[in-house]
């Protein structure tokens, strides 16, 4: 029974190790396809054939996908190219992948390098950094981490200053429109005043003008003398001919006048007709004034 149970056991270990030899075999076999892909991918970046070397590479890595060397080349021709966010996408997936420090170090050195070609220099400093706790030694990444951190305090006082003038623009656009809101008032109130006070200048006017009319009419109503004219007078005026003035009380009217001289003149010419009769008799006699 024992040697029974020896047996079975001595079966399983068997097919394991046979079973873990066959995957080293395929993982062997996968990893020199990989190589095989990078090293066609790597002369065809030389001879700038970049299509051709991006679908090497990608080969590379569907046989291997923990192939650091074609995920950090296929990075690398992605930053030829110039597909920045591919190129950081695959770097970042190599240090990741990276099982050395060596690896790790040259792919974040990369990265820090990407990001300072695009202005980023804030998060350049932090791959910088990264590269450096891989490879402290490496004098090379700790210039560009100098270079990186200058950078991005440049930007960060050049971000402060385009915040404090964009604030100030907008306070002073503020300032201006409240301005511009108190001109505004200020305009209406006076257009506001203005049309009261024309308002009252027309009531002024009307007023004005029925005064006017009704001293108009009182002295229509009155004679050269300023006494009240009579409505006969009114009628009558400017046809003396078809209506006479009528006389006032006391008044002799001129026609009545007229045939008082004509008579007086009658009276002595009959008069003075009478004395040079007379005269001619030798008879005085005195004359009488009819009045």
């Known amino acids: 029974m024992k040697n029974l149970v020896l047996i079975i056991l001595s079966l399983f270990v068997c097919n394991a190790f046979a079973q873990d030899e066959e995957a080293q075999k395929l993982a062997l076999l996968a990893q020199k396809k990989a190589d095989g892909y990078v090293y066609e991918a790597n002369n065809l970046i030389e001879d700038d054939d ?9 080969k590379a890595v569907s046989e291997q996908p923990s192939s650091v060397a074609g995920i950090y080349n296929l990075g ?3 930053i030829k190219k110039g597909n920045i966010d ?41 791959a910088y950094k990264n590269a450096l706790r891989n490879d402290p030694s490496d004098e090379e990444t700790r210039y560009n981490l100098g270079l990186a951190k200058v950078c991005a ?11 404090d003038e964009n604030n100030k623009d907008n306070k002073d656009n503020q300032d201006q429109q409240k301005d511009k809101d108190q001109e505004n008032k200020e305009d209406q109130q ?16 009307d007023n004005k003008d029925e005064g006017d009319q009704d001293k108009k009419d009182g002295d229509d109503k009155e004679n050269e003398d300023g006494k009240p004219k009579d409505e006969k007078d009114d009628k009558g005026q400017g046809d003396e001919k078809e209506q006479p003035q009528q006389p006032r009380q006391g008044q002799m009217s001129p026609q ?3 045939n008082l001289l004509e008579a007086m003149n009658n009276q002595e010419q009959k008069v003075q ?4 009769a007379e005269k001619v008799k030798g008879v005085k006699i005195k004359t ?3 009045w």
């Open 76 to 78: 690398n021709s992605y």
């Open 256 to 258: 009545q006048i007229k």
């Open 50 to 58: 970049f299509v051709s070397a991006e679908m090497a590479y990608r």
């Open 190 to 205: 006076n257009k506001d005043d203005k049309d009261q006070g024309d308002d009252k200048d027309d009531q002024n006017k």
């Open 153 to 163: 305090e440049q930007q960060k006082d050049q971000d402060q200053q385009d915040q």
């Open 273 to 276: 007709e009478k004395m040079n």
């Open 86 to 126: 591919e190129a950081l996408y695959r770097l970042e997936q190599a240090t990741k992948t990276a099982t050395s420090k060596s690896e790790k170090h040259k792919a974040f050195h990369n990265i820090g390098n990407v990001l300072m070609e695009n202005k980023k220099c804030k998060e350049a400093v932090e």
């Open 288 to 290: 009488e004034k009819d």
